[in-house]
């Protein structure tokens, strides 16, 4: 072989090597349906309109069938669109539930029917940071209504490593990716607490349940933090 | 652990000098000349803390002529310029359903180019010494693709300041060589300074035919620059990169004039870098 063809085949070599390929990544999460309007409790002759969101197996939000139950019709009568009217005085459990091919799925919300009508209006929803690299990332975190918008507040003990480039933050319902997740902004503090403004037209409080933090120049994840509540 | 001790490491792309550099100016009219390609393909990086984290695959390819040449027996030019470099990701491919999250992407320029300036501080003296001032010119893209993340350069322009020392010895029978270095690097837009030193050490084997050499090279950031600079930026353009490396490499000589080199980068600790092996394969011309 003449030492021509050597190098012709070495660049030809480097040139398939240097194409783009596919990386694959492991992003399954459980199928969920969440109840995201709620109401503590429900005077007898109101009506209450619930809702539910169904989140697939890679965290997206999906439209779905879903069917509404109440756990004792004298009580709280519910209709499949999630209307629900107050009957008599006593406690119920009202059930979501979403049929997919091989398994059922449920989100149950408990309240009593009574005297007053009380919508859930949680102040905040609350978790804590951790890591899942070796990048430091740790802290608890506050997600609560700001008028129309949304603020999430990192608290005192909140630290990130600062020599990561190009770190993100996400809200997201599938912690292993950012397919499908809301982009917060880019990571600007890395220590003590600060907030973000989220838009309130454009994220709800029980939309998502993961806080992500994700490199985007790696394209790698930091560390997450799942909602309490 | 196994994982980290052996991991490899890309080293920079200044230091592909084969046979040449050192202590040692050409003398006048003489010169060396390469022609290679360097490349690394990355799927994980040392992280702030040293240890070694998955990423999505980055590949960057450069295609460089350096070249040495003794305008005097003190003063040599030294250039080394990547004239084709291709930076690339990998799709990102959703597991579950196969779909494609992140569609990759590739940018091809030229890259960022050293211009040196090598003056010989001894002449005929056992111990060679040399001062090089290196100028990288940031000629490369820094803000490539969509997402500005794909880099075939730093976009700063620096300086370093290297002062060399070598030595040539009998190794038994053997012609051998060993040479030391140590610099500093002044880089602008924000990036921090480095502190850079090396160890390098060749022997001559099968009746001058084969160069075997090892060589050492460590950059130490001095960790002064800005927090901000680089947020896209990725190994192995990113700010505040560190790494000590090994790379043996094999240079056989046709004749007196051409020749071929391989080497591959290795490391033994590195910070904010890919954490695969570099190759470098090339074709080199003693002028004489």
Redesign the interface.
């Known amino acids: 072989m003449k030492f021509s063809q050597i190098?012709f085949g070495?660049?030809l070599t480097?040139l398939v090597?240097?194409?783009?390929?596919?990386?694959?990544?492991?992003?399954?999460v459980a199928e969920n349906v969440r109840i995201t309007s709620r109401v503590d409790s429900l005077a007898v002759g109101d009506d209450f309109q619930f809702e539910a969101i169904f989140v697939n197996?890679?965290g997206i939000e999906e439209p779905m069938t879903i069917a509404w139950s109440s756990s004792d019709e004298a009580i709280l009568a519910i209709d499949q669109n999630g209307l629900a009217s107050g009957i008599s005085k006593g406690d119920v459990m009202v059930t979501a539930t979403v049929d997919l091919a091989t398994k059922t799925i449920t989100d149950t919300w408990p309240l009593a029917v009574a005297d007053n009508t009380v919508i859930s209006d949680p102040e905040s929803r609350t978790g804590q940071l951790r890591t899942t690299?070796?990048?430091?990332l740790e802290g608890d975190f506050e997600l609560k209504p700001d008028g129309n918008n949304l603020t999430l507040v990192l608290s005192d003990d909140y630290r990130a490593?600062?020599?990561?480039?190009?770190l993100y933050v996400y809200l997201t319902n599938n912690p292993n990716?950012v397919?499908g997740a809301y982009e917060i902004g880019?990571v600007?503090e890395f220590s003590g607490t600060h907030s973000y403004t989220i838009p309130g037209d454009e994220v709800g409080l029980n939309q998502y349940s993961h806080l992500l933090y994700f490199?985007?120049?790696?394209?790698?994840k930091v560390g997450d933090g799942e909602f309490d509540n | 652990m196994l994982r980290f001790i052996f991991s490899l490491l890309v080293f920079s792309l200044c230091s592909s000098h084969l046979l040449a550099g050192g202590g040692w100016p050409q003398p006048k009219e003489n010169g060396y000349f390469k022609l290679y390609?360097w490349?690394v393909?990355a799927?994980q990086?040392f992280?702030?803390?040293g240890?070694?984290?998955?990423?999505?695959?980055n590949?960057i390819?450069n295609t460089s002529l350096y070249a040495e040449y003794g305008f005097t027996d003190r003063f040599t030019g030294v250039v080394n310029f990547p004239f084709f470099s291709?930076a690339?990701?990998?799709?990102?491919?959703?597991?579950?359903?196969g779909d494609l999250?992140?569609p990759?992407?590739?940018i091809n320029s030229i890259g960022d180019t050293d211009i040196g300036f090598k003056y010989g501080l001894t002449q005929n003296k056992p111990l060679a010494l040399s001062a090089t001032l290196t100028l990288g010119l940031p000629l490369g893209n820094n803000e490539g693709g969509t997402?500005g993340?794909l880099q075939t350069g730093d976009g700063e322009f620096n300086q370093m300041l290297q002062i060399d020392a070598g030595r040539g010895f009998q190794l038994g029978k053997l012609p051998a060589y060993a040479n030391a270095y140590v610099g500093f690097n002044n880089r602008s837009q924000g990036y921090s300074d480095e502190l850079r030193w090396g160890l390098e050490a060749g022997v001559n084997l099968f009746n001058k035919k084969l160069w075997a050499i090892g060589r050492i090279i460590a950059i130490e950031s001095l960790l002064n620059g800005d927090?901000?600079v680089?947020?896209?930026?990725?190994s192995i353009f990113?700010?505040?990169t560190e790494f000590i490396s090994f790379t043996p490499e094999l240079a056989w000589n046709f004749n007196e004039k051409w020749g071929v080199a391989a080497s591959v980068g290795t490391a033994f600790s590195g910070?904010?870098i890919f954490a695969n092996p570099s190759y470098s394969?090339g074709?080199f011309f003693n002028l004489r």
Not at chain 1, 133 to 136: A, F, G, I, R
Not at chain 1, 161 to 166: F, I
Not at chain 2, 88 to 97: A, D, K, L, M, V
Not at chain 2, 230 to 234: A, D, K, L, Q, R
Request: proline share 3%; with cysteine; charged share 15%.
């Open positions: 190098i070495a660049l480097l090597y240097s194409c783009i390929g596919d990386d694959i990544i492991f992003d399954t197996n890679i690299s070796s990048y430091l490593s600062s020599n990561l480039p190009g990716s397919n880019m600007t490199c985007k120049p790696f394209g790698v | 390609q490349w393909v799927d990086h992280t702030d803390v240890l070694i984290d998955p990423n999505t695959t590949g390819f291709r690339y990701f990998n799709n990102t491919i959703s597991g579950t359903t999250l992140v990759g992407e590739a997402q993340n927090r901000s680089g947020e896209n930026s990725t990113a700010n505040n910070r904010i394969v074709v």
